[in-house]
């Protein structure tokens, strides 16, 4: 069978594309690499907080339910995306992992080691979390303790009687801090020193803010930005907590990792059980390297989620690379939405 367009990743992003999809006419088709509903959401760590309200955290069609807190938890995400996934009925196959797409004339010829496919179109929506990011520093390799991604942590309560470093100034490292700081002995690292946001600031009014950003420069107007970096962490609850508690208060810059630990700016040595790096992703776009240029961090030239160098492919949810806020589940639905237009305008010159 051949497949106007191939959706591959069934979390977030590619849910709202499918959610898009289906007011067309089009024969479409998610691939998903997982076994289990809710996208990578499920290896992510436990006792994450998202960033904004119930209301604020939905995809299109479908608001989010009221959750018990003010900020939804990991689960509650979950299960809000497989029941979403059931709601729309949307056609799914689990457990394909895509290893290689070629392209023969018109069509995408999608390779799993199980099973292979054939599609006019592609929606890359793979995301983030499969491709973590160590930074090169000096003797990384050379540490005897336990040393690890973020994308590997699950809960603070492995690490009791552990002396812990906490490597990244973003969200991911100031959430997993709080957790720890409860349970062992911990130390920050950091490469920039850290911001964080005013307190009454979340997750909508970063995409607000993202929003008139891209609309500024949509129109070719000066964005002028609010009193504060978007970037910087959010104050959810956790880190509130932390902050009460003085975690934040001490953080350090690394020379060099040792055989024990670490060396510090000043030269001072200090000794660690384990160092989680929580220092972000790239793009999990492997699968593509036949097709187009990928560089070092899974990118690829786009024109919005068009690539532009080749004819039917989109890239999703990416984030900033491809649309602003994309990679929320607030902001992709208007990366998805429009992508769907374009699809359907391209198969409609191709016809």
């Given at each position: 069978?051949?497949y ?9 992003s ?6 898009y ?5 089009l ?7 997982n076994k ?14 998202l ?12 608001l989010?339910p ?5 900020y ?5 995400a ?10 729309y ?9 895509i290893?290689n ?5 018109d ?14 179109c ?8 499969s491709?973590?990011i ?7 390799n ?10 590997e ?11 812990v ?7 991911s ?15 920050w ?10 307190d ?17 420069k949509?129109?070719?107007k ?29 953080f350090n810059?690394?020379e ?5 630990g ?11 059980d ?19 240029e990928?560089d ?6 786009t ?11 989109w890239?999703?949810g ?15 639905g ?5 992508t ?12």
């Open positions: 069978m051949v106007d367009v191939i959706i591959i990743g069934g979390g977030q590619g849910l709202t594309c499918a959610y999809l289906r007011r067309t006419s024969k479409y088709l998610i691939l998903d690499s289990e509903c809710g996208g990578s959401w499920a290896k992510n760590w436990e006792n994450l907080d960033f904004s309200a119930a209301k604020h955290s939905s995809l299109p069609g479908w989010m009221k959750t018990k807190r003010e939804p938890t990991k689960e509650e979950i299960n809000y995306l497989c029941a979403y996934e059931k709601r009925d949307f056609p799914i196959k689990r457990g394909i992992k290893q797409i070629e392209k023969e004339k069509l995408f010829l999608l390779n799993s080691k199980d099973q292979n496919f054939s599609a006019k592609i929606i890359s929506a793979t995301g983030t979390q491709k973590p160590i930074p090169t520093i000096s003797g990384t050379k540490f005897r303790g336990l040393q690890f991604h973020s994308s942590y699950h809960k603070a309560e492995n690490f009791s009687n552990k002396k470093l906490v490597v990244g100034e973003g969200n490292g100031a959430q997993i801090l709080a957790q720890l700081s409860k349970v062992t002995t911990t130390r690292a950091v490469k920039n020193k850290p911001e964080f946001l005013p009454d600031i979340d997750g909508k009014e970063l995409f607000d803010q993202a929003s008139a950003k891209y609309r500024a949509k129109e070719g000066e964005y002028k930005p609010k009193n504060y970096n978007i970037g910087s962490i959010v104050m959810v609850s956790q880190v509130k907590e932390a902050r009460d508690r003085g975690v934040y208060n001490d810059y690394i060099a990792i040792t055989k024990n670490v060396k510090w700016q000043d030269g001072k040595e200090e000794n660690f384990a160092i989680i790096w929580c220092t972000g992703f790239g793009y999990a776009t492997d699968y593509l390297k036949n097709l187009v990928i070092q961090y899974g990118k690829i030239r024109d919005y989620t068009s690539a532009q160098d080749i004819s039917g492919l890239l999703v990416f984030g900033q690379w491809t649309g602003f806020a994309s990679a929320t589940l607030i902001g992709v208007r990366s998805a939405r429009k769907v237009s374009e699809i359907e305008a391209f198969l409609s010159k191709s016809n």
